[in-house]
């Protein structure tokens, strides 16, 4: 990597991990789904201006574009966003993070079963470490009442509509740019997630803090907006285990990053990420 790419993954995985304590500061005054709805749906609106101006063709043409962005959309976006921002709201951001970035493991165990993939003695280790994680962070929810067990339902939930959606992604026949899919992908799931909110979740009291305000801006400028870019500009330039390696540091960032907002690990949280850590790397990290 040269000074530049290293500079955006450093602010990459910044970005990522942090948002997770970032939005646990939006949940204190928004409901999950109407948060969810509102950032996503301007981050959309961010990126589509942005590669309008870059010259991008952003309107999927005919049938099949527009089956691979609603059939992609729901398990890689409306899945994992709407079921990860109720994790949240159940649970530690930090904790949360860490069971979100069990995705890798869900990936190579769909593959194993669904499309043929060998499973290996690396596949064993990750499932292994991932499974103690769960059973450390479920233990601390029961006796330590931090939180709600069914956060982690929740956020399982997630990483694994986070992972078909990316058996699915990696099988795609796509003819259409990565761009144009992730826009309209958020842009779709947002309508959907607002209708939702909509129905089941009181309306938001639009006289929010000055707080909340930042982390609006924050999720819809960087998490949806910068990070976007600065992630599709480096799939492009740096190969595969490069991308793996900040996925390993994300949930580790957001560890850390809860504790900004006084959320302070346990012993079950260190031994956790250690867990995931491990598992993540069993599965992406290959060797030479």
């Not at 961010?46 to 049938?63: C, E, H, I, M, S």
């Not at 910068?226 to 957001?254: E, K």
């Amino acid at each position: 990597m040269n000074a530049r790419q290293l500079i955006g993954l450093v602010l990459l995985t910044l970005m990522w991990g942090l948002n997770w304590p970032v939005m646990k500061l939006g949940l204190r005054e928004w409901s999950p789904l109407w948060f969810r709805a509102i950032t996503m749906g301007g981050g959309a609106v961010v990126l589509l201006l942005y590669y309008w101006r870059q010259g991008l063709p952003l309107l999927p043409r005919g049938a099949a574009q527009w089956r691979s962005v609603i059939v992609l959309g729901l398990p890689n976006v409306l899945g994992w966003h709407g079921l990860s921002i109720i994790g949240v709201d159940h649970l530690p951001a930090g904790r949360a993070a860490i069971l979100g970035f069990t995705m890798p493991v869900f990936t190579v165990l769909l593959a194993v079963l669904f499309y043929g993939e060998r499973f290996t003695a690396r596949l064993a280790l990750a499932v292994t470490a991932v499974l103690i994680a769960i059973a450390l962070l479920l233990w601390h929810e029961v006796h330590a009442l931090a939180g709600s067990p069914v956060g982690i339902v929740w956020m399982q939930g997630a990483a694994f509509c986070w992972a078909l959606g990316t058996v699915w992604m990696q099988r795609a026949r796509l003819t259409l740019a990565p761009e144009t899919l992730v826009i309209w992908m958020l842009g779709l799931s947002s309508i959907a997630l607002l209708l939702l909110a909509w129905t089941i979740e009181p309306a938001p009291q639009w006289h929010f803090s000055s707080t909340t305000a930042g982390v609006l801006l924050w999720s819809i400028l960087l998490n949806y907006g910068a990070a976007q870019v600065i992630w599709f500009a480096m799939a492009r330039a740096l190969p595969a285990s490069t991308s793996a390696m900040s996925i390993t540091a994300v949930p580790i960032v957001g560890i850390l990053g809860s504790m900004l907002i006084g959320e302070w690990p346990s012993w079950q949280d260190g031994l956790a990420i250690v867990c995931v850590v491990i598992a993540i790397s069993a599965v992406l990290l290959r060797r030479p």
